[in-house]
Nanobody
């Protein structure tokens, strides 16, 4: 089981940047794939970016390519999401999540509490 805690959310003006962090704890973190999601009021939760603990391979949804960057620090067991060129449409609760890859790949079963990102115009 993995425990996740997000931080770094807040209020930022349009065009600004914000850095989010996810602190992970638990055994066998190297067997997990980490992801960032967001959910705006009245909308479904949306996948943004993902990264593997061991290989460092990344994936992004097209809507955030070039603006958001996911990274990790294995020594600190943290996964970060750098948000750049923010606009009001990026306003949402941002979540850190994890899914196990081994021995069998599974869906994202572990979630943090979320951190609010609000972008003003």
């Amino acid at each position: 089981q993995v425990q996740l805690v997000e931080s770094g959310g807040g209020l930022v003006q349009a065009g600004g940047s914000l850095g989010l962090s996810c602190a992970a704890s638990g055994p066998t973190l190297s067997t997990y794939f980490m992801g960032w999601f967001r959910q705006a009021p009245g909308k479904e939760r949306e996948f943004l970016a993902g990264i593997s603990w061991n290989g460092g391979s990344t994936t992004y949804t097209d809507s955030v390519k070039g603006r958001f960057t996911i990274s990790k620090d294995n020594a600190k067991n943290t996964v970060s999401l750098q948000l750049n060129s923010l606009n009001p449409e990026d306003t949402a609760v941002y979540y850190c999540a994890a899914r196990r890859l081994f021995p069998v790949a599974m869906k994202f079963d572990f979630w943090g509490q979320g951190t609010q990102v609000t972008v003003s115009s």
